[in-house]
């Protein structure tokens, strides 16, 4: 009678093996596309920083927080094919508590790009000669916001050795019991601030730049304008929805399960097997948002073609050449120059 309970119990919890080699797989095809367009990425942002106000900051942050993301998945990857974590427990849970970290930062700053766009759209006079600076506070600002707000993450998870075998990680991390009422408010306050209100705000930005577009006054250049603001907001929604919306379906679900609180056999292992894949999906973020960049950036893809970087080194040459000869001090400002212009 206890095998036979005890077998059922495993049963209803799904099949562990099954996600662990999910995420193996997954985190694996993630890593080198979401490497390289994150890195190539903060090169190009580096090179036209100066030539642009328009959520540049924002695109430079996204791409720090996906990075930053991707940078931490050799260690998921090794442990889900070792099932083994040999790195310590301080190394686990700072690891465990990045990868929210950068999820919700990227939800944050894809929210600042679509804002930041929508406003330069509407009120151009009001916001084309906006100093940097205050995208920098903005930016820390929510950097601050996100890292204590996803504290409640590891916090949640039983660490100490007399709890849990201290080789285990990640997904093997247990939950710790909570009363049911605060378990209720902090899903409905995470759920609200880190997934329905961005969206509301994404939503938002496209549906009035949908509705300026209809507009029978418009220019022509403003039409343009206008059709290039619409493809990068609603660029950034469609990412949203695909990477963040299973994810925030499935998390209060999964908790919910592990803190025992869904007793149904059958529904905890569809939750038990739809986690998994959810929390894979919002991983392909890393990967997406250099799509973004790219399709929607006039300013990225032209820093990529090869005739505008030897149209800039030629530049550079031409104009550095007539320094030959002459005194130190102008060759070191010329430097300085290209310098100041690259970055």
Known sequence: MKTNMATNTSDCNGDNDF?????????????VPGLIGNILALWVFYGYMKETKRAVIFMINLAIADLAQVLSLPLRIFYYLSESWHFGNGVC?????????????????????????????MYPFKFSDCNRIYDVYISIVGWVIVCIGCLPFPLLRLTSNETHSSNKCFVDLPVKAVDSTATITMMTLGELVGFVT???????????????????NSLSQDLGEKKKALKMILTCAV?????????????????FVKAQKIKDCYARKMILIFHPIALCIASLNSCLDPVIYYFTTDEFRRRLSRQDLQDSIQLHNTHCGKTNGSTESNATACKLEHLYCTF
């Open 19 to 31: 996600s662990k080699r999910f995420y193996a797989i997954m985190y694996t095809i993630i890593l």
């Open 93 to 121: 849970m700072f690891c465990f508590y990045l990868k929210y970290v950068n999820m919700y930062a990227s939800i944050y700053f894809l929210v600042c790009i679509s804002v930041r766009r929508f406003l330069f759209l």
């Open 198 to 216: 961005p969206l509301f705000i994404i939503l938002y930005c496209t549906w009035k730049t949908v509705l300026s577009l209809r507009e029978n």
């Open 239 to 255: 990412v949203f929805l695909i990477c963040f919306a299973p994810y925030h379906i499935s998390f209060p679900l999964d908790f």
